[in-house]
């Protein structure tokens, strides 16, 4: 009997440790094997990333954690008409497409690199162009090698943004990321705007800090404006920078009525 009565009391308890617990809290997150090569997303158990279509499938998850586990490179074929990334022609859709959907979560490269990435945007509005558009999140460990990364408008009243990572930065952190590919803005028939090309990301607003971070690739701007912004590093920053360096090209040659050049920023 004595053994019965201590049985009954712990299912009791054991009921009753269920009915005050949280809804959720014996909830245990499944692994994503679907869309990535694990993980579910959280800060302890990131994404992982290993594959073109791992990548592609951040944009699902713009708030989630994500690791990189190996290299990933595309082709030629990838970006052409028919290719999985041809995207009528503009090649890669840029992670985060614009202030109203950005990315927020965590991108850890893992010390890996994206390679022959290419993104041709233009359109008739603002253009954020990069590995991510609009970021505010944080960016770090990330390798960006021969990509070749273009953005500009076809209207006077919107703005270009070019990085060679992020275009538009507005976010916690960029650290330890490196670009060796091309960055440019070409030129358009447009005026009366401005336009923010970079090495690491083409405009950087004051909460944001690049740390850390080296650029080897040519940054340009070609396009007629009135002011034209081109760094290294950044083409546009009021945050902060440190501990970078660039030894790439850095060239304005934009039919602009101001035109800034710097070799970080």
Not at 102 to 127: A, K, M, W
Request: proline share 2%; with cysteine.
């Amino acid at each position: 009997m004595n053994t019965y009565k201590k049985l009954l009391a712990l299912l009791l308890s054991l009921v009753m440790l269920v009915t005050v617990l949280p809804m959720g809290a014996l909830t245990v997150s499944a692994e994503n094997t679907t869309e990535f090569l694990g993980g579910d997303g959280s800060e302890e158990n990131p994404y992982l990333i290993s594959t073109k279509d791992h990548l592609n499938n951040v944009r699902k998850y713009l708030d989630a954690h994500f690791l990189m586990v190996a290299d990933i490179k595309f082709t030629d074929a990838d970006f052409a008409e028919g290719g999985e990334f041809y995207n009528d022609g503009q090649g890669w859709e840029p992670i985060g497409i614009d202030r109203e959907q950005p990315f927020s979560g965590l991108f850890d490269g893992g010390g890996y690199e994206i390679i022959d990435l290419q993104c041709t945007r233009s359109n008739s509005r603002h253009v954020y162009a990069g590995l991510f558009g609009y970021n505010t999140g944080t960016i770090q460990n990330l390798g960006m090698v021969d990509s070749y990364i273009t953005g500009t408008t076809t209207s006077a009243s919107w703005t270009p943004y070019v990085g060679g990572i992020i275009g538009y930065h507005d976010g916690v952190a960029i650290t330890n990321c490196y670009n060796t590919g091309s960055v440019s803005i070409p030129s358009a028939a447009r005026a009366d705007t401005f336009a923010y090309a970079g090495g690491i990301v083409g405009y950087s607003a004051s909460r944001g800090t690049i740390s850390g971070c080296h650029n080897a690739g040519r940054i340009s701007s070609e396009l007629e404006t009135s002011y034209s912004y081109v760094g290294g590093i950044a083409g546009y920053t009021i945050g902060t920078v440190r501990q970078c360096h660039n030894t790439g090209t850095v060239q304005n040659v934009a039919n602009a009525t101001w035109a800034y050049a710097g070799g970080i920023t």
